[in-house]
Structure formats: C-alpha cells, structure tokens
C-alpha cells in the first residue's frame, strides 16, 4: 500500500512578485487520507489546484497518478475527482440531472452511469430527493452528493477542497465517514480543512504557513512532538512565532 | 461525443430555468422588431408646413393641392407675412415654410422663371433634409408637367433652400444635443442605480441601515458627489462642441445650465429608483442600460421624429423623460428661445423628478424586508 | 438589573421556509452571550431580528426594554452590528472606513479610543492599506473597531470568526473578553463548539430551533449517560464495528477516537470478545468527560427521532 500517486518536488507558484507556493515537498500514498492544513491565504487552494491540474506551477516537478501535471494537466481530469466548497453541483438542476452530467463528462457509459444512480442514491438514502433542485436542498445533503459525485467515476485520488465548512457537526460526521469507506476502498483522499480536528480524521497531514510546509507527519506524531494534545495546539505552537508579522 | 450533448443538454435546463434568459432570447428581438418597424423610419409622414402665399393666384395654389395631397404634409393655417415665420419655428409648430413670391403666375409663365424659398426648420438636420428633398421633388415634378403643356419652352420654378438655424446643415445640431441627453440619462441613472445596489450587494447597507442614518441622507448622500460630476460634465461637453464643432448656444447659458441640473436631478433620481428595485449590481446595470437606453434612442425623437411613428408610441414616448429635454435642449442651444418656449418641457420634468424622488424613499426599505 | 435583550416566542419564515420556530430567551447586561449552530441554523435571520432589520411574524423582541419593530430608531443608535466579514468598504482604507462610522454615529476616532485601542493596534500599522487588501484575521479586528467606535451598549456579531485562522480566533476572543469591562453587552454567533467555552451563557440552535440555554459548563453536564472514549488502529474498521455492536446506543467520531454510549451505560463484558472478532484487538476505551459538542450531538439525534 505505498505507491506513491501524488509526487511533488520543489514546488513554487508565484504571482508576480507574490510567493503562493515556496517550495513545496512532499509524497502521498495511495488509499492515504492526507490532509492538507492551513490558515485562509496560506497557499493551500493554490497547491491544490496544481495538483488538480487547474493552474500550472511556476517550477518544480508535480507527478499526479503518474501524469506529469506540469506539462500534461489535460491527463490528469480522468484520473482525478475534484469538489470545492464555493461550488460543485449545479444549483438549478436536479439531483439526478446532476449525476447523470458528471457522469457524461468523465465519459462514463449511460448504462453504467443510470446504475450507479441507482445505487448512490439508495446509499445517501436520497432516493426522495431525486428530482429536487439542489437549491432546495439543505447544505448538509448537498456537500454529501457533491462528494458522491466527484468519486462517481472511480478516480485513483479525489481532491477535496474544504468540505465541511459551515456544516453541521452530525453531517460532518458523516461525511467523514464517507471519506474513510472511499479510502478503504483504495482511493486516495486529498483534503484541505481548516478544522483542526478534522486534521485527526486524516493518515497524515501537513501544515502550511505563509507559502511553506512547517510541519509534516501524522497527527500523533505531530501531538508528541510538540507535546500538546490536540492538531490545534500544534498549529498555534507553530503559528505563534508568525503573529505579528501579520 | 457523450460528454458534448451531456454538456449541451445542461445548458438547455439553464436557460429554460431562468426566466430572464428566456427574456432576453425571445422578448427583445420581437420588441425590437415593433420598435424598429414603426418607430424608425426614413421617410416623412404628417410633417407639418405652412404657406407663405403672396400671390395666392391659380398656380400657387395648383401647387399647395399637389403638395398636401401627397400625403406627407400637414397644412397648418397660412401665414400672411416673413415675420411669423420665426415664432412658427420657435414654437416647432412646422417643419417647412414654402413662400411663393408676388406674381408668381405671371413671372413664371412671361418671363419662364419664378422662385419659390423652402424655408426648412434646421435643428434637426435629417428631417429637414427629407422635408426638402420631398418638396423639391413636388415641385419638379410640377414643373415638368407644365412644361409639356407649354409652347413657350420649359418654364422653371427656381426653388430656394434655407436652412433656418442651420444654414449648412450641420448634423451635429441634431447630434450634439441628442447625445448630451442620452449620455446624462444613462450615466447618472447607471451610476446612482449601481452605487446602491452594490452596498446591498456586498452587505455594507446592513450595517448602514443599523446606523443613525437616515433614508434621505442616504439617497442625498448617493446623489450630491455625482450632482456636481456631472455638473461639470455638462459644461465640459459644451465647451468641447462649440470647440470642436462650432456648435453655438444661441440661447441663454444660464437657462441651458439651469434645465441641465433639473435632468440630472432627475436622471438621479431615475437611478435610485431603479436600485430600489434591484437586488444586485448585475440587476441595476440591466434594467438602467437596457431599460433607458434603447427608448432613448428611438423613441425620444432623438434621431426619428416622433410625429412619424403611429399615434401609440406617442403615448409611450409621453413617458420617456429625454424627450422632453431634447426639446429643452435644442430651443435653447439651436433656435435661442427663452423660457417662455420651454415652460412645459421644464414643468414635466419637475413633475417627474419629484415623483421619482417620492416614490424612492417611500420605497427604500429601512429594513431587510 | 434589566434585561439587555428579551426575546419572546419569535418565529419568522421566507415564504415556506421556517427559518425561527418560537424561540426565546434573555440576555443580561455585560454577558457574552453565544448562539453556536450550523449553517442554516437561523443565526443571521435572528440576529437581524435582534438588531431591528427584520420584522419576526409572531412573537417579540426587547432591546434595552424596547420595542425591536416600532422603537427601532432609538435602538439603531446604540447598537454596534458586525454582519460576518462583508461589512467593510474594500476600497477605502482602513483609517476611512473608521473614521466613516465614528462620524455617521456622531462621535469621532479618538473620542472613544481607550475601547478599541487594544484590538486597533494590531492593525494601526497599517492604516492606509486598503480594507480589501487586509488578511482575514486583520478585517475582523477592522470590521470590531468599527462596531464599537461609537460605544454601543450591544455589540452584535455575526460568525466573527468564521474562515479565521486559529491564532487569529483565539486574540479575537481574548479581546470580547476585555470588552465586559466597559459595561458591553456582546452576543455572538458561531459555528465552532469549542468557542461556546469562552461564552458566559450560550444557545445551541439547529433548524431554528433552540436546543439549550445555559451556560457551557451546565450544557455539559446536562449530558445523559456516561461517555467512553474508545480508540483503536484502524479506524474506520473501528467505526464500523461500534455500531454494529449491539450494545451502542451512539457512537460518533472525535478526532483520533470515538465517542461512544452504551445502553445501560455498560460497555458490557461482550466487548472484548467482539472488538477480538473484530480484529480490533488493540482498542482502547476509558470513560471521558463529555463536551458542548457531544451534548450538542445528542440534542441533535434527539430532535431527529422526535
């Protein structure tokens, strides 16, 4: 279980003469929850759009399930799920007028793509909702389906970019339930978050601060390095120094 | 190929899901049709002409028949003398005077030459060129049938054009004014709609609204900086055509600059009225772009006289607020007149910004809902 | 001593949806008091009850002893009202939006400086930079100093904290705290349970509705049973194997372990055995001291099987 899918070296995007990304360096295992941390503006969802394929890096080398992502973006879509917060799913199309479109883009055949329907909304239990609007639909049930729908295909690795946010504390339970029974299942989860304690959920995660990994390991080795007991106490430990920079 | 109808598909539902779209798709290409069938037109009809008549003999009045019977023109009563014509003119009562000199008869048939003057009113240069070249070609066409009958040879009636307040007709008389009355409604409309729908948009008129200020001091507040804009704006647009092309204000600036203020009040005030019911930015640019810009242009008797258009867009023209300052504008700039031609174009005006400006605190909602 | 805000069965709906179902509460002088909820809680929909800028359907709310509906104007002049982060002119800096408020309150900068010279000087540095080109944490210090220049009797704050970073949230609240000595009344609204320890009193609000009102040490202890905390290896097996267990009335992740109750409060001597079959021999369970979130959780399933 440790193939590498995800592989970057010295990583920079820069805008202008402002450092997004300072060389970054690191591997992720297949079938891995890797958590991606950070504060707002600390250059996660640059990094991960990399990884995605949506931007290009300013240098370095960025292997995604063995597409070079620098040169070869275009590989990696059929590879890869993506959902962001902002935005995933069509807010006025239905439920099942959503899956059948991402089903459509990631080519997948009409009759493949009618069964998993079928069976992804038995398992949500949503099997009511079908024909609702997403507009209609609370935050909760929505963020779930956006996560079905970017694993529809059965990527090797699906990026999540914060996807709980705002939701409530049973749904964020649950679907992090949902992210373990896709890992399991050998698909590699890329998540940025900005809850501390979702940090816990993960195999292995990293903190970035101002453009640059500061920490890197799982969280229990992270909690005994620093001697503290929760993913939070470790990022103020390593924040702190960076308060009045601000 | 799957991906692609896939793709096309969900825009179908898009759009037939948004009311607005469907709007756009079907609603203003059948408006522009009726608008543009009717409202544009390149010929005259109903344009109104008088006849000076000095001679008032069979010919002169053969004439006046074959004129008015073709339809394009409407007489007005005859006038007796040259100095009517002016107060004709200043009041917009006609488009075209056709004076017939003494002895019209007698001269062209003796001595095989009589002028006619076609006294055309010039503020609005396409018009009057259409006018004249309608009763130029009456009058030709006249001629030539005299000249069958005749033994004589071709007898000529010498027609005379003048351009009254515009001697070489200039279109920027008709331009200049037209475009100060577009741009300011536009612009002030646009940017008062917009400055207020973007504090509802980016949730800054919460906390205004929970604030000690008042609804009024909020719209005056909107308002002033952009008052003196374009204020100044005017004068700028002024001095730019007398300098660049000649374009004169016959009339009294003070007057102009005055009735400019009370259009810009009201076009402010258009543009609050407009925020009140949007929602977004997105929304006030539409409705203040959309919304003002296409009546302006053609129903306001900017480029195509009103009277040429069927008896409805009259009503609908009624209720546009440029055409009244087109008026305004070009009795003061091109014919010189003072308020006294002017009294009811300003009164309308008056009338409107007030209701605006009514209707918009009444409207403006000192809550969320 | 009365009470700063008295709400009365408040209910308020947007055509169909109920977004406020009878609620009511008190909040006293110089409390910071919390509302903690997700998304589509009603926070914001009651907070705009609260400050005057909605009208509720049924029932009534009281600031200083008035009327929300018909005596708004006199509270809007002593309320500081912070709606989330978009309550800032981007593109003025930060000095004008400042000066902005303090002198549409009729007051000026300095006149009441000593209240936010705290938070204000962490940003004071940067005075001419635009609002729009701050960091997060930086416009929530703007957006408080601008609530309170004018030195309102009640500082209302939207989800002030919301997409702030955790050192910035941790000054945030230190600075509320400093607020109680000039006599501010603070209510607070936000989606991390953790926050609700820093408040005097809180609410826990779901679907519009309210679950609890008390202080956060009392909300913990209303909790019902024992709480066990079991933690194993694979936790996802570990997960699925707790709620198959017949014994488990609730398990929910938390963190590195899960946060279970037994029926009968026992984990049952089967336990073992099962974890055994489970291949989750290396599990742990002890019994653990049950936090906000987990009393939250319970209200929550509670309210889902009503």
Known sequence: MNETVISVKNLVKKFGDFVANDNLNFEVYKGEIFGFLGANGAGKTTAIRILSGLSSPTSGEVTVAGVDAFHRPELIKKQIGYMCQKFSLYEDLTVKENIILYGGIYGMKIGVIRQRVGELLEKLKFTEYENRIIADLPLGLRQKLAFSVAVLHNPKIVFLDEPTGGVDPVTRRQFWEMIYETASGGITVFVTTHYMDEAEYCDRISIMNEGRIVALDTPGNLKKNYNVGTVEEVFIRIARPEINKN | MKRFLGFVNKEFLHIFRDFRTLIILFGIPVAQILIFGFAVSTEIKNANIAFLDFSNDEITRRIEDKIISSGFFNRTSDILNYNQIDGLFRKGKVREVIVFEKDFSRKLLSEGKATLDIITDGSEPNTATLVTNYTLAITTAFTQDLAKGSLTGAPQIVPQVRMYYNPNLQSHFMFVPGVITLILILICALMTSVTIAREKEFGTMEVLLVSPLKPVQIILGKVTPYFLLSFINVILILILSWLVFDLPVRGSLVLLLLESMLYILMSLSLGILISTVSKTMQQAIFISLIGLMVPTILLSGFIYPIENMPKIYDFVSAIIPPRYFIIIIKNIMIKGTGFLYVWKQTAVLMVMTALFIGVSIRKFKIRLQ | ?306
């Open chain 3, 1 to 306: 001593m009365q009470n700063i805000v008295e709400a009365s069965a408040v209910s308020k709906s947007f055509g169909t949806t109920g977004a406020l179902e009878d609620i009511s509460f008190n909040i006293g002088e110089s409390e910071i008091f919390g509302f903690i909820g997700p998304d589509g809680a009603g926070k914001t929909t009651l907070f705009r009850v609260m400050t005057t800028l909605l009208v509720p359907d049924s029932g009534s709310v009281k600031v200083f002893g008035l009327d929300s509906v018909s005596d708004y104007r006199i509270i809007r002049n002593e309320i500081g009202y912070m709606p989330g982060r978009f309550s800032l002119y981007q593109d003025l800096t930060v000095e004008e939006n400042l000066n902005f408020y303090a002198t549409v309150f009729g007051t000026t900068v300095n006149e009441n400086y000593d209240l936010i010279s705290d938070i204000y000087s962490h940003i004071e540095p940067f005075k001419k930079r635009l609002a729009g080109k701050l960091s997060g944490g930086m416009k929530q210090k703007l957006a408080l100093s601008c609530a309170l220049i004018h030195k309102p009797r009640l500082l209302v704050l939207d989800e002030p904290t919301t997409g702030v970073d955790a050192v910035s949230r941790v000054e945030f609240w230190e600075m509320l705290k400093k607020l109680k000595a000039f006599n501010i009344t603070i209510v607070v609204s936000t989606p991390y349970m953790d926050e609700a320890m820093r408040c005097d009193r809180v609410a826990l609000i779901q679907e519009g509705h309210l679950l609890s009102i008390n202080n956060p040490q009392a909300i913990k202890n209303e909790f019902r049973g024992r709480l066990f905390s079991v933690k194993a290896g694979e936790k996802h097996r570990l997960i699925t194997a707790l709620r198959q267990y017949p014994a488990t009335l609730s398990a929910y992740p938390f963190g590195d372990a899960m946060h279970v109750t037994f029926v009968d409060d026992e984990p049952g001597e089967t336990l073992g055995t099962f974890m055994k079959d489970q291949r989750l021999e290396d599990f742990i369970i002890e019994e653990t001291e049950a936090g906000i979130e987990d009393r939250f959780l319970q209200l929550m399933s509670a309210r889902e099987t009503v």
